[in-house]
């Protein structure tokens, strides 16, 4: 007799394909019942009878837990379908614990372009990550209409959903809809026992059933495989009188009444997640793995295909755990070799993952701990970090412990993640560690010193640099750990030198950290892309903390070029270089642009939580909310308690954040107030210190005035900045003095220094005492002078000249105005980019550069690229956006 094939096993249920239906109508579909209850089945139904749908489908698992994994399965998805979209899988490393809104943005700007489709994400029960439910959440309202979501989960996902539900823009269906009713549910379990059923066996088993699908086939497999009829009689008593869960109790019968040649088949192979026929016949030492799935398919045992060709299968989930439960009690060691088996297949083929995952699950630590520490930086280098580090601290702590390399690799992918404590306690237990090598404590140093950006502390990093260069400099010839090909001695000289760089720049020593970093740009580890990617910015960012915006300009735009050139855009390593451009654009009294940059940059900080860099992009934050006039925010974003869970600020940082909110609590009438801010008499940073004497001189408090100046820290050598505001500090205390020739003469010096940088932002955080000295020389100087004479403030918005009349900011002019993308965008226009140049310079899709172009062409009321131009040449608008690469001569 031939053996149905598995259509004839299940039931077509028309009305709830017609239900399903709405998922077309709406954003999303939810569908929530247990396990077992057929919402796989009907999705897949209903698939089958929608040809001209478009249908994503991803079959969650706990790994996907991983935001990376996850993001990318999400983009093989879209790419299967569109393969240009490939270009968005740099954005998978922006999402931190999340897909993040990078690519949650791409992914929408793609999918707006397809014809009808679902994405289906089916078992999501398996998430855990909040961040990974919050983006989802996220992802419904960003697509296009044209784009559905259903998600198939046991339980209801922490998501709110309350709007769709209110606005009736969600489809729900729950376990009374999928249960079958009595007519189903019998036909159900005849087909499965291939055989009619007398009422009594029947109404037993559906009355204990309730319409649960898994548990009406289990049913119809027991009475399948229990004989004649005393057999089938003993299985209805069993089942109506039974006290257990009937899927324990018929998953048990049907396992004893199966042929014990195919029980010991389903045993052994339900070890294996997902089953192709070279990996059956490798584990079971066989061959036709190929006849044996499709046969097990076509009995209904649980076995079901996962693509058309029937080449990948897997078992439904309840029955494989039953399955598993039962081999670990019967025969744990053989459990054990087939496992391992499985682990040596994947190997053979280079597949670390699941040869790892294997390894773990037969608690084979040794073996998984040689495969992680050979293999695994090929999974570090696709950016599964989180993955790697499951991995290693799934294995106990006693097993691990007492192997170097694998402590130093978790201490330094936990670092890189972003979790500096435990970082610098990992490698910390390396250092000290008696077996230590000087190799090993020089590279747990080089990595201790490299959490400067998370560290408020950045004497600490400084330390772990100078142990790590001192051995350096004594064992020329050590040995070195090979750990993920990241610890050489060239790389670990460069390392430690450019931490320490950053550690001193956070802690205010600008003349070292300039140094040092030279000396890194120099070192021959610089060669390695990453390294010299985030050296190039740190120092960038140096220069612009100074006030050396040329100079800044041209190392950010190394750093992203090189980055550009190794595929490092989406690197958190390049968020430095964008910080950069993000503060020269706020100097030089741009905020558009400098809000444009500043985004680019908070990506990539936040990406792994750079906490001292996250600190250092609120105060650029607070410096363009400032100059819009935007006040309130400018306090929110300098405001330490707003700080979460972020480590604190280190000194240079803090510095620049309490100036910045006593320069808006001074500019906007709160002098006072932000004198008794400061309190205290100890010694002031840079910034604290000359917003500290302007207030004295806006309470025109001369005498303490000159003493603050007298006080102020010396600027760092070739530090404009400092020089400009000592300059404008005295040339207001001539001007109260009554001494206007001395006056101007500062005010002369200071306009001087700034020229060659362009610096206007300085000028306008002074009061109008300076402003107008400013504006006095402005005709006759232009440049700097005339730029400050523009964009004076009044404190409340983009500024107004001395004679009152009011100016504007060109964007905020228009009706519906361009956001800082759309302005990233428009400063390329005119060099007739292409759209896929465009759309790799700002880091977005084609798709995306096309929907941003449109949007332009829209505000500016115009039909083609050449009148956006002209347009917005009118406007003033390409006067007041910097190109994101431009550099100046």
């Keep these: 007799m031939l053996e149905p094939p598995p259509s004839e096993v299940l039931i077509d249920r028309p009305a709830l394909r017609t239900r399903l239906d709405g998922a077309l109508e709406g954003p999303l579909t939810l569908l929530v019942a247990p396990a077992g209850a057929g919402k796989s089945v009907l999705l897949d139904q209903w698939r089958a009878r929608h040809d001209e749908v478009v249908t994503l489908r991803i079959d969650i698992d706990a790994d996907d837990d991983d935001p990376v994994r996850l993001s990318r399965r999400l983009l093989a998805a879209v790419t299967g379908v569109r393969p240009a979209a490939a270009g968005l899988e740099r954005l998978t490393a922006l999402g931190a614990e999340g897909i993040g809104e990078p690519l949650l943005e791409g992914l929408a700007a793609e999918l707006r372009s397809f014809p009808e489709t679902v994405i289906v994400l089916d078992d999501l029960h398996h998430l855990a990550n909040p961040r990974l439910f919050a983006d989802l959440g996220r992802l419904v309202t960003l697509l296009p209409s ?130 192709t026929a070279e990996l059956v016949d490798h584990v079971l030492e066989r061959t036709g793995g190929q006849r044996l799935l499709e046969r097990l398919e076509d009995e209904s045992l649980f076995v079901v295909a996962l693509d058309p060709d029937r080449a990948r299968f897997r078992f439904h989930h309840l029955f494989r755990e039953f399955l598993r439960y039962r081999s670990r009690s019967e025969d744990p060691e053989a459990q054990r070799t087939l496992l391992v088996r499985a682990a040596e297949f994947h190997l053979g083929r280079d597949e670390v993952a699941p040869a790892v995952e294997y390894l773990l699950r037969a608690r084979d630590w040794g073996r998984a701990l040689d495969a992680i520490m050979t293999r695994g930086s090929e999974v570090f280098e696709t950016g599964g970090m989180r993955t790697v580090v499951r991995w290693i601290t799934t294995v106990p702590e006693p097993e691990w412990a007492g192997r170097l390399e694998v402590v130093l690799e978790l201490g330094i992918l936990v670092g890189m993640l972003g979790e500096s404590g435990r970082a610098g306690g990992l490698l910390g237990r390396v250092a000290a560690d008696p077996r230590a090598t000087v190799g090993h404590r020089i590279a747990a140093e080089a990595w201790r010193s490299a959490l400067a950006q998370w560290n408020p502390r950045p004497e600490e990093g400084i330390r772990a640099a100078d142990r790590a260069l001192a051995l350096i400099a004594a064992h020329p010839d050590a040995p070195y750990p090979d750990v993920m090909r990241l610890t050489s001695p060239v790389l670990m000289t460069t390392l430690a030198i450019g931490s320490r760089a950053r550690a001193q720049f956070i802690a205010g020593d600008e003349d070292a950290a300039g140094s040092s970093f030279a000396r890194a740009l120099e070192s021959d580890g610089i060669a390695y892309p990453p390294f010299r990617v985030g050296a190039l910015g740190s120092s960038a960012l140096l220069h612009i903390w100074q006030g050396r915006a040329g100079a800044a300009e041209l190392l950010a735009s190394e750093a992203i070029d090189t980055a550009a050139t190794a595929e490092l855009l989406a690197h958190p390593v390049i968020a430095d270089a964008y910080l950069a451009r993000a503060l020269t654009a706020a100097e030089r009294g741009m905020p558009g642009a400098a809000a444009a940059h500043l985004r680019d940059a908070m990506l990539r900080a936040e990406a792994n939580h750079r906490s001292q860099l996250i600190w250092a992009g609120r105060y650029v934050g607070g410096l363009v909310a400032a100059s819009e006039g935007r006040d309130d925010d400018a306090l929110d974003q300098v405001d330490l308690a707003r700080g979460g869970d972020l480590s604190a600020p280190g000194p240079a940082i803090l510095d620049r954040l309490r100036g910045l909110r006593l320069g808006v609590l001074r500019r906007t009438g709160r002098a006072e107030q932000a004198l008794r801010r400061h309190g205290g008499t100890g010694p002031l940073g840079p910034s604290v210190a000359f917003e500290t004497a302007a207030a004295a001189l806006d309470l025109r408090d001369r005498a303490a005035a000159r003493r603050l100046v007298g006080e102020m820290p010396t600027p760092a050598h070739d530090s404009p900045l400092g020089d400009i505001r000592r300059s404008l500090l005295l040339g207001w205390i001539a001007e109260l003095d009554g001494s206007h020739e001395h006056a101007i003469a500062h005010v002369e010096d200071a306009l001087d220094r700034a020229e060659p940088e362009d610096l206007v932002a300085v000028f306008l955080e002074c009061g109008p005492v300076v402003l107008d000295l400013v504006g006095e020389r402005s005709i006759d100087r232009g440049g700097v002078a005339a730029r400050v004479a523009t964009l004076r403030s009044d404190g409340r918005h983009v500024i107004a000249p001395s004679d009152g009349t009011p100016a504007s900011d060109p964007n905020a002019g228009l009706p519906d105005p361009l956001t800082s993308r759309e302005l990233e965008i428009l400063a390329f226009l005119p060099d007739h980019s292409t759209n896929a140049e465009l759309a790799s310079r700002c880091f977005v899709s084609v798709n995306t550069v096309k929907t941003h172009t449109a949007h332009i062409y829209r505000k500016l009321g115009v039909s083609g690229r050449s009148a956006a131009i002209a347009r917005a040449r009118e406007l003033g608008l390409l006067d007041s956006v910097s190109r994101p690469d431009r550099v100046r001569a």
Excluded: K
């Design 146 to 275: 044209n784009v559905h979501v259903v998600l198939s989960t046991r339980v209801d996902p922490p998501i709110a959903w309350s709007s769709l539900r209110l606005r009736n823009r969600m489809l729900e269906i729950r376990q009374g809809e999928l249960a079958l009713d009595r007519s189903e549910a019998a036909e159900l379990v005849q087909r499965v026992a291939r055989r009619e059923l007398p009422g009594p066996a029947l109404d037993a088993v559906i009355d204990r059933a309730e319409g649960w699908a898994a548990g009406l086939q289990l049913a119809g497999l027991a009475f399948r495989f229990a004989g004649g009829p005393e057999a089938s009689d003993s299985l209805v008593a069993g089942i109506a009188g039974s006290d257990r869960l009937i899927a324990d109790y018929l998953t048990e019968e049907v396992l004893e009444a199966v042929p014990e040649v195919d029980r010991d088949l389903l045993l052994r192979l339900s070890l294996l997640d997902t089953m």
